[in-house]
């Protein structure tokens, strides 16, 4: 908390502001602003684009609209230095982006081509986790790699 305020003086919202509308046919499943700046933030949108905005200094703007995604783009994470968002679609890639320019890194297909639903970067090594809805195949210890499924 700030100072001697109460919970609810710090949470003591004035109203809602529309500051981005560029997603005006198509929810938007996540916003989430980049790791320590509170200036940078993005959003995706199930009409297969991810928003790249800046909300100061001066007034707010879309920096980049990221294109490729050929279905919803349902999930997306900064990484630790903010310098690649993953972005997961239920066109079943997930993609690799360069949020400072807007190319596509890597694209990368689900090998059964589910909708991919969420991903995460690992926080202490940028590893990432994806989590999709086809159904998960046994674990096989004559195929799998060793440890438990």
Avoid at 1 to 20: I, K, P, R, W
Avoid at 36 to 48: V, W, Y
Avoid at 82 to 91: G, H, K, M, P, T
Avoid at 111 to 123: M, N, R, S, V
Wanted: proline share 10%; net charge negative.
């Amino acid at each position: 908390m700030a100072g001697d305020t109460t919970l609810s003086e710090n949470y003591a919202f004035a109203g809602v502001y529309h500051v981005f509308d560029q997603h005006t046919d198509s929810a938007v499943p996540k916003v989430q602003f980049a790791h320590d700046d509170r200036h940078l933030l993005a959003c995706c949108s199930l009409d297969g684009t991810i928003s790249v905005c800046r909300l100061a200094p001066g007034p707010p703007a879309v920096l980049r609209v990221l294109r490729g995604h050929g279905g919803g783009v349902a999930d997306f994470a900064w990484s630790l230095s903010n310098d690649v968002l993953v972005s997961a679609s239920l066109d079943g890639t997930l993609r690799l982006w360069a949020p400072a320019d807007g190319r596509c890194i890597r694209r990368v297909p689900d090998p059964d081509g589910a909708a991919l639903l969420c991903c995460a970067f690992q926080p202490l090594n940028n590893n990432l986790t994806v989590v999709s809805d086809a159904p998960a195949a046994p674990w096989d210890p004559a195929t799998s790699p060793p440890g438990p499924p």
